[in-house]
T-cell receptor, first 115, second 109 residues
C-alpha cells in the first residue's frame, strides 16, 4: 500500500526554469493538497483540490499552478522558478475533506532548491 | 496572516514526565483541530484530533484539550518517551487546513 507518493524527492533548478511536481495517491481520496514547509513558517497551503477536475487557491498560491486531471494525481507546476520557492513541498490527500472528521495523509516530501 | 500559532519552537522534557504542547488560533470558524507528528525527512503523520463540539479527546498516552473561548488547544503526552522526540504541528480546519509553525519536542532518557 503506497499511500501518497511524490516525484521527484530532490531537485535543483536554476532561476527561471520550470518544473512539475507529481503527487499520486492510491486511497481513492477525493481531496488533495499541496503545502510548502519553510523554517519557522510551518506548513502553508499552496493549492488544493476537492475532486477530479477542480482546483482552489490556498494561502500562498502565487507562482504556482496545479492540475487534477485524474482523481489519483495532483500536479504542482512552477512556470518560472525563483529562489523564494526553495522549500520542501508536501502533498497530502484526504476523504471526504477538511471539515469532517478525517485526517490528511502526507507524502514524503520534495526538497526543491532554486539557485 | 498566521491563523494558527505555536509560540514555543522547542520543548525538552525528561522521559516519563508529561509533555504539554500548546497552540492558539485566531479564526473562530475553525471547527476541527488536529495534531501531526513529523520526523526528519518524512511527511507529517496524523496523531490525534478533536472536533469543536468537544473539549477533550484521549488516545492512549495522548490527550488533546480544546478551549474554544480562549481559542487555545493543547496536546498532553503522558508519560513521555524518547521515541516521541519529533516536531509536532497543530492544524485547524474549516474550508481549508492551516498549520502552525511546529514545536520540536525532545524527550531525554
Amino acid at each position: 500500500n503506497a499511500g501518497v507518493t511524490q516525484t521527484p524527492k530532490f531537485r535543483v533548478l536554476k532561476t527561471g526554469q520550470s518544473m512539475t511536481l507529481l503527487c499520486a495517491q492510491d486511497m481513492n481520496h477525493e481531496y488533495m493538497y499541496w503545502y510548502r514547509q519553510d523554517p519557522g513558517m510551518g506548513l502553508r497551503l499552496i493549492h488544493y483540490s476537492v475532486g477530479e477536475g477542480t482546483t482552489a487557491k490556498g494561502e500562498v498560491p502565487d507562482g504556482y499552478n496545479v492540475s487534477r486531471l485524474k482523481k489519483q494525481n495532483f500536479l504542482l507546476g512552477l512556470e518560472s522558478a525563483a529562489p523564494s520557492q526553495t522549500s520542501v513541498y508536501f502533498c497530502a490527500s484526504s476523504y471526504p475533506g477538511f471539515a469532517v472528521n478525517t485526517e490528511a495523509f502526507f507524502g514524503q516530501g520534495t526538497r526543491l532548491t532554486v539557485v | 496572516d498566521q491563523q494558527v500559532k505555536q509560540n514555543s519552537p522547542s520543548l525538552s522534557v525528561q522521559e516519563g514526565r508529561i509533555s504539554i504542547l500548546n497552540c492558539d488560533y485566531t479564526n473562530s470558524m475553525f471547527d476541527y483541530f488536529l495534531w501531526y507528528k513529523k520526523y526528519p525527512a518524512e511527511g507529517p503523520t496524523f496523531l490525534i484530533s478533536i472536533s469543536s463540539i468537544k473539549d477533550k479527546n484521549e488516545d492512549g498516552r495522548f490527550t488533546v484539550f480544546l478551549n474554544k473561548s480562549a481559542k487555545h488547544l493543547s496536546l498532553h503526552i503522558v508519560p513521555s518517551q524518547p521515541g516521541d522526540s519529533a516536531v509536532y504541528f497543530c492544524a485547524a480546519s474549516f474550508n481549508d487546513m492551516r498549520f502552525g509553525a511546529g514545536t520540536r519536542l525532545t524527550v531525554k532518557p
